[in-house]
């Protein structure tokens, strides 16, 4: 059963940082393509990053430069550091895996950030 798992949200003041982690298990987790999406209140889901399996990243535009995506293979986890946050990043992160021939998502993860 695949199972991702989001931590590291909270609520935290505009231009402070958080590092959201997704653990993953049931997947060959290195060769799996991971991606972080985040959902605001009244707005559809969005691409934050993504990374594949090689650590090729990619990032939307509003979050270059601010955002980085990395993994750690040997830990089945995947992370998200967030710096110089604004209040209009406050939403709910989500992890996202595509294995077997469907798509996978964690429960979510609440950042909200304070002006």
């Known amino acids: 059963q695949v199972q991702l798992v989001e931590s590291g949200g909270g609520l935290v003041q505009a231009g402070g940082s958080l590092r959201l982690s997704c653990a993953a298990s049931?997947?060959?987790?290195?060769?799996?393509?991971m991606g972080w999406y985040r959902q605001a209140p009244g707005k559809q889901r969005e691409l934050v990053a993504s990374?594949?399996?090689?650590?090729?990243?990619n990032y939307a535009d509003s979050m270059k430069g601010r955002f980085t995506i990395s993994r750690d293979n040997a830990k089945n986890t995947v992370y998200l550091q967030m710096n110089s946050l604004k209040p209009e990043d406050t939403a709910v992160y989500y992890c996202?895996?595509?294995?077997?021939?469907?798509?996978?998502w964690g429960q979510g993860t609440q950042v909200t950030v304070s002006s």
């Open positions: 996202r895996t595509f294995a077997r021939a469907q798509a996978y």
């Open positions: 049931g997947i060959i987790f290195s060769i799996n393509a």
């Open positions: 990374i594949t399996s090689g650590g090729m990243t």
